[in-house]
């Protein structure tokens, strides 16, 4: 039997879930402690140390464990390759040289100065693979390992596991308006923009940016670009100005607050609803305090909830108004067949998990749940979208990414969008936090 790519991603995501769970939560629960899968689980969960001048300093307790995670990760997702119906054996021989620059993205991502200016891993793993393909070139062979759909799809669908609703609970209404309201006014805003306004020629561009701008980058760019059949090349446009700014913004935004002397929930909630990546929301709130830190990790986590949302709109969008035909009827089976179908398991998961940790008493929730199945799945999503992105980057031709930033456009769509977002993101933050509900703030 023959799997689509949604599917296939759901079940890679679900046995890696399933996998953590058994370790972390289900044996535990039954009062069986393996500490020697324990130990193997934490090994392939592999984060390299910040290094300052010697890239060994990183590597040299961890070169065992990277060779564990390749072995795993190549395996699932040979099978998921073989469901797919294709040759495993072909990308195998693919997915080693993508995971070798893997390794180089991730180390040149925790240096110490890049890292301090929040040149992650996301950015160098497309450098890296846009310098290889454009300057030397890259081997037939090499492209059966170049499956970034299916690795970051499978990523967003551990994403949704970490998306939990109690933590949404926990700074309540105005946490809602400022994620849920700003940003489909921003979202449809920026879309009519770029086509109103600036006429971009391309409206899954126009939409894969504003999605990312709007929503929360990454992931949402690459949920949007499948529904909107977007071009791979767009894709790499909407993903690369997002990570250029997501880095000015992650430093820029906190000084300003600073400078600003602005209260550290009104901070917390403006940088959770305005930059782009959870990363670099999380390390923007702690430049403020723990407090700024709690507020925009919650408010950027019920954002993320929306890229299901979005997904749909888009996919029902593309399939009613802009890929209809004169006099044609659009199905409900067009819609299915248009719908991110990866974005089931993404809720799923997020439904699931949620209920668990509801189940659970809360010092059971912290060290099942987030110290243990969400540790081991964090990891294993930051490795498949290092994957995505080294194979984004190895399949982008310059000259075809050229072409999308011809006359400036897509810049501009993202600078105006992004200060529509500020502006609003402030406002609303302010009138929530400070106006309507001021007990809520008190508590925090």
Known sequence: MRFTEDITSILIGAFILLLGSIVFLILPLMDIYSFEAMEVMNALAVKLDKWAVNPWEA????????????????????????????????????????????????????????????????????????????????????????????????????????????????????????????????????????????????????????????????????????????????????????????????VALPALIKALEMPEVLGGAWIGGTVDATGAVVAAGAFLGEKALNVAATIKMIQNILIGVIAFAVAVYWSAKVEKTEGQQVSSKEIWTRFPKFILGFVGASILFSLIQQALPPDDAVSMIEKGVFSFSKSMRGWLFCLAFVSIGLSTNFKELREQFSGGKPLILYLCGQLLNLGLTLLMAWLMFYKVFPEITEAL
């Open 59 to 250: 590597l040299r307790v961890r070169w065992l464990s990277l060779i564990l995670l390749a072995i795993f990760l190549m395996s699932i997702l040979a099978v998921g390759v073989k469901l797919l119906g294709e040759h495993s054996t072909s990308f195998i021989k693919g997915f080693m040289i993508v995971f070798l620059i893997g390794i180089l993205a991730n180390l040149l991502g925790s240096q110490a100065d890049f890292k301090s200016v929040g040149l992650g891993y996301a950015l160098w793993a497309i450098i890296l693979g846009m310098v290889i393909s454009n300057v030397f070139g890259i081997p037939d062979w090499l492209k059966a390992g170049l499956k970034h759909e299916l690795f970051i799809k499978s990523g967003l669908v551990l994403l949704g596991a970490e998306v939990l609703f109690g933590k949404i609970l926990a700074i309540g209404v105005p946490g809602l308006f400022v994620a849920w309201v700003v940003t489909p006014i921003v979202l449809v805003t920026t879309f009519w923009f770029g086509q109103r306004i600036l006429k971009i020629g391309s409206k899954s561009l126009n939409i894969t940016i504003s999605a990312d701008m709007s929503v929360c980058g990454v992931s949402a760019a690459i949920a949007t670009a499948a529904a909107s059949k977007a071009k791979k090349e767009e894709l790499t446009t909407a993903i690369g100005l997002s990570m250029v700014f997501t880095s000015i913004m992650m």
